[in-house]
């Protein structure tokens, strides 16, 4: 029975703060509040538990309701995501694969697994950070702009097979995984700082510890 695996792109697969601290230096000019924005979402990032970044799910989020609260200009907003969008696929901005990602990848695949790569990120400029990142030969399909979590619905209901075939991987619990769970698919949660929400089957600190689990899931020895 083939099995399906979703993987998420940013935080899960593509790993590393420059994306978001660009974004944060990007609008740090529009506002006096904003001037060390940068410095804020850094910690954040590194788990400090800032007040003002409570209902963010990761650092784009935390630079956008940041602006947005000192009244930024939407379209300035949209502008300095673009631009990191564009210098994360020209520069890399210090990102990186995890560790043995393609290796990974590929055994899955040989094991008849299928691999998707499921994201909100826009697909402009995905494909160069693929290459980027070594892992551009890695899934079978590329989901770009895919509206998660109500997106995940539609993303499903493309995978032929049972709810309990399917796998979904990622690193925030609402948008990743929360749906794929009520539809019955397994979920593993990439959870770094040990503080997200959700009730996945597996909760890991690193990709390379989910490794051994996805393998023994593939073979149907894990129980979820």
């Known amino acids: 029975m083939e099995r399906t695996i979703i993987f998420d792109f940013d935080g899960t697969v593509c790993l590393g703060d420059g994306p ?53 200009d939407p379209a300035r907003i949209a502008a300095a995501f673009g631009g990191a969008r564009r210098r994360l696929a020209e520069e890399g901005l210090g990102v990186h694969a995890p560790a043995g990602f393609a290796a990974f990848a590929r055994d899955l695949r040989e094991r ?78 990439i959870d770094g700082h040990g503080n997200q929400p959700g009730t996945p089957d597996v909760r890991v600190r690193a990709m390379p510890d989910l490794y051994m689990w996805v393998q023994r899931w593939i073979e149907g020895a894990t129980g979820a």
């Not at 995978?159 to 991987?169: F, R």
């Open 20 to 72: 978001a601290l660009e974004y944060a230096r990007g609008v740090a000019d529009a506002h006096p509040s904003l001037a060390d924005l940068e410095h804020r979402v850094a910690r954040h990032l590194a788990g400090d538990a800032l007040a003002e970044f409570a209902g963010a799910v990761d650092g784009y989020q935390a630079v956008q309701g940041a602006a947005s609260a000192a009244g930024v």
């Open 112 to 189: 008849g697994a299928r691999l998707l790569l499921v994201t909100n990120a826009p697909g402009e400029g995905l494909d160069s950070i693929l290459a980027l990142l070594g892992i551009d030969a890695c899934f079978d399909r590329v989901i770009a702009d895919a509206g998660k979590p109500g997106g995940m619905h539609a993303v499903l209901d493309d995978i032929a097979g049972e709810a309990s075939t399917v796998l979904s991987i990622g690193d925030i619990w609402v948008n990743d995984l929360s749906v794929p769970h009520r539809r019955g698919a397994a979920t593993a949660l």
